[in-house]
């Protein structure tokens, strides 16, 4: 009979912090995803989602911890009640949102609040209740599962949480994304959070017979176990407490910053998201498990042998192909992360203080996201720095580690006379500030060449470049140039890079000869270039999603300030903006309407969907082209422009020009028009270039969109 309650309580707890933990993770990219949108498609939405879920899980991590100062009847009363609300408000979310955790985009705060302030705000009120909730779960079931009649450790429940969580994040891209509508997506979340909450009474209706049938709180066999449990490790001391908060601080910036550094540096694409958020909790299911699989010299070394490779990557970039680059920074990051949570568990306390682990724990991981989400960019100006210091610190982790055991080859081959194990110590710190000094000295030196100035907000960072060769001034957004202008005086309204009059420019020139003045919108203003093209009595709105490229475009550029035609900014998504000028009856008439939106290389979806094209329709004028700039060096979006154009009955010719000279880029654009002989003119039939159609793609939505798809590798 002992042996089927161990079992049932075992069973009954596994599958319900397994599942919470998949729920916790599975709704992340689900609401990323969702409101990715309302903030022009860039990825600090998914650093500050990191952010806040880190931050909440805090906070279900401290009220467990303060639950258990309470007799465990009184816990069991109090966390029962709090699963009743929210399962109630759940239910009634379900006949005012389309799911309980997808609400409509009127929640969205106004432009005159920070974007990070704007994305917490939504996250908190759409799914901050449920989160909350499943953050309590682990650490809190753990805590009661240990002290039920049975005789095993709860810290193998840590890494099935963690192994729920992987689960969540690998089969959302893969089986989750392709297949369900975000909505669908909301409402199936909404519906197995429900059947959680069942599970977890169930789990408090278990421990609440334990501690009846043995009145009170132990049975005298489990109050023997308890006591061996916490008996079998010294005290919690302050070193302990340290190490808690800094390993996971380390590994959480190292996170967030991987995150942007993949992002930014190699491929700017949402899955990527993905990727170290997976390592991270590989990392914590192997190094919690109840078989550790942490190897000390192993992972140190792993990690050492990386970072000469990763530092190249960022001060010369070599020409490695993607999935080179890609293996070095998993490597880099899963070695990380190992170093990290293996010391982590191996400082783990007994049973009695492991909510007080998880807290501190948690804590230290809400430090390392604020460092990057909050402090990096009002402080660190420029390159992501905060991605240097996290290389910064985990050397040192690293190198401390394989110090302290004697039987590491560092130890053994590092004498140098040192006396004690101390000056060592103080001799190693010494030796990696000292080069990561000097690498950070490269990199300034690097980034202030030939710069007119660098600047960095919530939306990235952009620099301002003079080039002597070619006696222009470019703005890059990382790696991507956004638009050059030349500096002589005779040449400064002459379109360049992607603009040039043999890409766009025949589009101007398609609508001009049907009917003038043209009335031109664009989403993405980079320097405002396309400005070049105004002539008297134009009219070019600018949409533009960073309100830091608006100021360097005035400032430092005179595109829009030269050109004769009328120039309007307004600030804001795009298609935000426009969706608010048609419900204020507020028809814009375009003759030419331009999508250039790319933050580096990552593609604003919600731009390229279905609703989005009817939006930019609703605006257009009767004889009027839409053009989209589908440069790209990782995605093929022609099919995807392809299906929108089917189905909306628009004609769609696509041109492909080749670099003329040092001032003109490749460029890659899409024309539609409804009327067909907008794309006939004799330039565009010379330019077009006839490109295979694919019935495999399907057609792109608010709801839907598949990356993976179009991914040209």
């Not at 808690?244 to 949402?270: C, E, K, N, R």
């Amino acid at each position: 009979m002992k042996y089927n309650h161990s079992l049932l309580y075992f069973i009954s707890f596994s599958v319900t912090i397994f599942l919470s933990a998949f729920l916790l993770f599975q709704v992340q990219p689900l609401i990323g995803k969702y409101i990715l949108p309302w903030f022009g498609g860039t990825s600090f939405v998914w650093i500050t989602s990191l952010l806040f879920f880190q931050t909440l899980l805090l906070a279900g991590y401290l009220y467990a911890y303060l639950l258990t100062k309470f007799s465990l009847r009184q816990q069991l009363l109090l966390h029962s009640t709090l699963v009743v609300t929210i399962v109630i408000i759940t239910v009634l979310l379900f006949s005012h949102w389309n799911s309980p955790i997808t609400p409509g985009v009127e929640l969205k705060l106004p432009e005159t609040y920070a974007p990070v302030i704007q994305v917490l705000a939504i996250l908190l009120i759409s799914v901050g209740l449920p989160y909350f909730l499943l953050s309590t779960t682990s650490t809190l079931l753990q805590k009661w599962f240990s002290v039920l009649p049975h005789k095993k450790s709860p810290y193998p429940l840590y890494a099935l949480s963690n192994a729920g969580s992987l689960l969540a994040i690998i089969s959302y891209p893969f089986f989750i994304e392709p297949f369900l509508s975000l909505q669908n997506q909301g409402q199936i979340w909404s519906l197995i959070f429900i059947i959680l909450c069942l599970l977890l009474v169930f789990c408090t209706y278990l421990s609440f017979r334990a501690t009846e049938r043995s009145r009170g709180i132990f049975s005298p066999q489990a109050a023997q176990l308890k006591r061996s449990l916490h008996s079998s490790a010294d005290s919690v001391g302050m070193t302990q407490y340290r190490l808690w908060l800094f390993l996971p601080a380390v590994s959480s910036l190292m996170l967030l910053a991987g995150t942007h550094q993949l992002t930014q540096g190699i491929a700017p694409i949402p899955f990527l998201w993905l990727l170290p958020l997976g390592l991270y909790l590989l990392s914590f299911i192997l190094c919690f498990s109840e078989r550790s699989f942490y190897k000390r010299n192993l992972y140190a070394y792993c990690f050492l042998l990386t970072i000469p490779v990763v530092l190249a990557l960022l001060t010369q970039p070599p020409a490695l192909s993607i999935f080179v680059e890609l293996v070095l920074y998993t490597i880099m990051l899963f070695s990380c992360f190992m170093v990290c949570h293996g010391e982590l568990f191996a400082t783990r306390p007994p049973t009695k203080d492991i909510n007080a682990f998880y807290l501190v724990m948690a804590f230290g991981s809400v430090v390392g996201a604020l460092i990057v989400a909050i402090i990096a960019p009002i402080f660190f100006i420029g390159l992501f720095w905060e991605f240097l210091l996290g290389l910064f610190l985990t050397t040192l982790i690293a190198v401390l580690v394989l110090i302290k055991y004697k039987n590491s080859f560092l130890y053994r081959r590092l004498d140098f006379g040192l006396r004690s194990q101390k000056e060592m110590t103080v001799f190693l710190i010494a030796v990696v500030s000292f080069f990561f000094g000097i690498i950070s000295i490269a990199l300034f030196l690097e980034q202030t060449n030939n710069s007119v100035g660098v600047w960095r907000n919530s939306y990235g960072t952009l620099r301002i470049m003079q080039q002597e060769k070619t006696d222009t001034r470019c703005l890059l957004n990382g790696k991507i140039i956004h638009g050059c202008q030349p500096l002589a005086e005779s040449q400064k309204m002459k379109p360049t890079t992607y603009f040039g009059e043999k890409s766009i420019g025949l589009a101007v020139d398609s609508v001009r000869e049907k009917t003038t003045p043209l009335q031109i919108g664009v989403i993405g203003l980079g320097v405002g270039t396309i400005a070049a093209y105004g002539q008297e009595g134009d009219t070019i709105k600018f949409y533009e999603l960073n309100p830091l490229d608006v100021e360097l475009a005035k400032t430092h550029f005179t595109y829009l300030a030269n050109t004769p035609a009328k120039v309007t900014n307004v600030v804001g998504d795009g298609r935000l903006s426009m969706e608010k000028e048609l419900k204020e009856n507020n028809k814009q008439n375009y003759h030419l309407f331009i999508v250039d939106a790319f933050n580096d290389d990552a593609i604003p979806v919600h731009l390229l969907t279905k609703e989005a094209f009817a939006l930019y329709k609703a605006h257009l004028a009767k004889e009027s082209i839409i053009a989209v700039h589908i440069s790209n060096t990782y995605l093929d979006l022609i099919p995807v422009i392809q299906k929108a154009a089917q189905y909306h009955k628009m004609h769609v010719i696509f041109i492909d020009v080749p670099p003329a000279n040092d001032m003109q880029s490749r460029s890659k654009w899409a024309f539609l028009a409804a009327d067909k002989s907008l794309l006939t003119t004799s330039a565009l039939n010379k330019a077009k270039k006839d490109k295979p159609s694919r019935t495999d793609i399907k057609l792109w939505t608010d709801d839907y969109s598949n990356l993976f798809q179009i991914f040209k590798y």
